[in-house]
T-cell receptor, first 113, second 115 residues
Framework: DSGVTQTPKHLITATGQRVTLRCSPR?????VYWYQQSLDQGLQFLIH???????AKGNILERFSAQQFPDLHSELNLSSLELGDSALYFC????????????FGPGTRLTVL | AQKVTQAQTEISVVEKEDVTLDCVYE???????LFWYKQPPSGELVFLIR??????QNEISGRYSWNFQKSTSSFNFTITASQVVDSAVYFC????????????FGTGTRLTIIP
């Protein structure tokens, strides 16, 4: 158990809908990272938040947004969902951006029908 | 742009055999970091090792060893005396930043250990 929690574990929704994925980092970790793992694109970095501020962006679509709250949990919002958004979404945390070890959560499996 | 190539999509070996997973990377930076992660059937990614570009020493941790060669831009991973619990997807990753921001992952190698 990495100490990172993600909810929900599974999510099934329809095209055009909006969903929110939630991540709670390990206690004491200030950095939260979001990744998408799909058959087409593999494992891709989406975005990194550090202590409430956006720190780095990867291949994140404009339809996707994220935020990190004062209690350090993070949410990834996916809107206008398409079939191709079906994937496993991972959250990871680390102490801070310079920490070389990320701890990954169990992931949220999103299925868009 | 940085890129990580894991040419081996799937590998199967019989238990107790040694197996090497290949990783080739591309980057224009002189300072970078290389990682290996394991994704067991449960799905959660598990960190295995990190190596910075200035440290070409090979590393051994139990049955695991890593061979970093800058001359060939490779960071290969060897499992000695494989066990069924080693069955997983293994990802090689690269970061050009000081920490491990913006990790670029390879496509992964699915390793199956046959009992």
């Amino acid at each position: 158990d990495s100490g990172v929690t993600q909810t929900p574990k599974h999510l099934i929704t329809a095209t055009g809908q909006r969903v929110t994925l939630r991540c709670s980092p390990r206690s004491g970790d200030l950095s939260v990272y979001w990744y998408q793992q799909s058959l087409d694109q593999g494992l891709q970095f989406l975005i990194h938040y550090y202590n409430g501020e956006e720190r780095a962006k990867g291949n994140i679509l404009e339809r996707f947004s994220a935020q990190q709250f004062p209690d350090l949990h993070s949410e990834l919002n996916l809107s206008s969902l398409e079939l191709g958004d079906s994937a496993l979404y991972f959250c990871a945390s680390s102490v801070d951006p310079t920490a070389w070890k990320q701890y990954f959560g169990p992931g949220t499996r999103l299925t868009v029908l | 742009a940085q890129k990580v190539t894991q040419a081996q999509t799937e590998i199967s070996v019989v238990e107790k055999e040694d197996v090497t997973l290949d990783c080739v990377y591309e980057t224009r930076d002189t300072t970078y970091y290389l990682f290996w992660y394991k994704q067991p059937p449960s799905g959660e990614l598990v960190f295995l090792i990190r190596r910075n570009s200035f440290d070409e020493q090979n590393e051994i941790s139990g049955r695991y060893s890593w061979n970093f060669q800058k001359s060939t831009s490779s960071f290969n991973f060897t499992i000695t005396a494989s066990q069924v619990v080693d069955s997983a997807v293994y990802f090689c990753a690269l970061s050009e930043a000081r920490g491990n921001e913006k990790l670029t992952f390879g496509t992964g190698t699915r390793l199956t250990i046959i009992p």
